[in-house]
């Protein structure tokens, strides 16, 4: 089922409506592509580079770590929870793995609003593809959460059109 996006002033799609004909311009993949923000507090569309969007909005790569991720592996090989904290000690220092959890753990409590290092990278290969040849070009939105909630950041692929007078963008996907 897809979501709705949330309500946009006409100025606010007008904005779109520019944006998703640079990107259509865009001849090939490059980091000032456009990404689309919307702050829906303040009701706040703003536009900023790809290159910018893991400055603007960081992603939480703490699950990444690779303390983590080895043990991760040796569970999924078939490893008693006590056997991989073993090897990840014996691996990478005692201190160094328990640094790694707080992390993680710090994380979880705070919260990212869902956006991980996977959902960047997922963000950045879809946007990536979409410069094959034939490939209809999506503008990302990325609706933000609001400050303080446990809801995630919300990504709709627009797509402008095919009869592209209508002045509106229609969410193509969400993520």
Not at 49 to 74: G, K, T
Not at 94 to 119: D, I, K, S, V, Y
Not at 122 to 136: A, D, H, K, S
Request: charge should be positive.
């Amino acid at each position: 089922m897809a979501e709705h996006l949330p309500q946009l002033t006409l100025r606010q799609q007008a904005q779109l409506l520019d944006w998703a004909v640079e990107l259509q311009a865009a001849p090939n993949w490059v980091g000032n592509l456009p990404v689309a923000l919307l702050e829906r507090c303040w009701l706040r569309l703003r536009r900023i580079s790809l290159e910018q969007l893991a400055l603007v909005l960081p992603p939480d790569a703490s699950a990444e770590a690779p303390e983590l991720v080895r043990y991760r592996a040796w569970i999924a090989a078939g490893q008693p929870a006590w056997s991989a904290q073993l090897r990840c000690w014996q691996e990478f220092g005692q201190p160094a793995c328990q640094e790694a959890l707080r992390h993680f753990w710090g994380h979880q409590e705070r919260g990212n609003h869902g956006w991980t290092f996977t959902a960047y990278l997922e963000l950045l290969g879809t946007y990536r593809n979409q410069f094959q040849p034939g490939t209809v070009r999506s503008l990302p939105l990325i609706v933000l959460a609001r400050s303080g909630q446990r809801e995630p950041h919300r990504l709709h692929w627009l797509t402008p059109p095919l009869a592209s007078r209508c002045g509106t963008l229609a969410p193509d996907c969400t993520g």
